[in-house]
């Protein structure tokens, strides 16, 4: 019974964690210091829309101030996080919607940090391989 009582306890304890994990601000631009870069930098705030967010058949991205992101990757819906410190955003927990999209490139889907320089973001994957970029809108 004590070992079932522990297992129990051990599984309540992991769960609280991974939960009070997620209930933290799940993006960086919380305010506006915040977003406009970590620790004192002069970086051009990601804050903003990111390509052509008027043409849905286009990649883009919706920074928002409260960290949170919404875009396309020309085909499929994007949501999720995300954080800047200097020059590098970083994108956490990205969702997207799996519809198969015939001659479309959808190489934002792989998105996992991007640099801001000036009006541009360049985009890389999640092996720090450049993937793409976008201009400020």
Known sequence: MLRTT???GTILLAAALALSGCAGNAGGGGDDSASAGAKGSSSESAVGEWGDVDDS????????KDGTLTGTDGCNQLNGGWTQE?????FSNVASTMMMCADVDTWLAGLDTAKVDGSTMTVYGPAGRKIGTLERA
């Open 6 to 8: 522990t297992l129990a």
């Open 57 to 64: 058949a286009q990649p883009s991205l919706v920074l928002a």
């Open 86 to 90: 200097g020059d590098t955003v970083t």
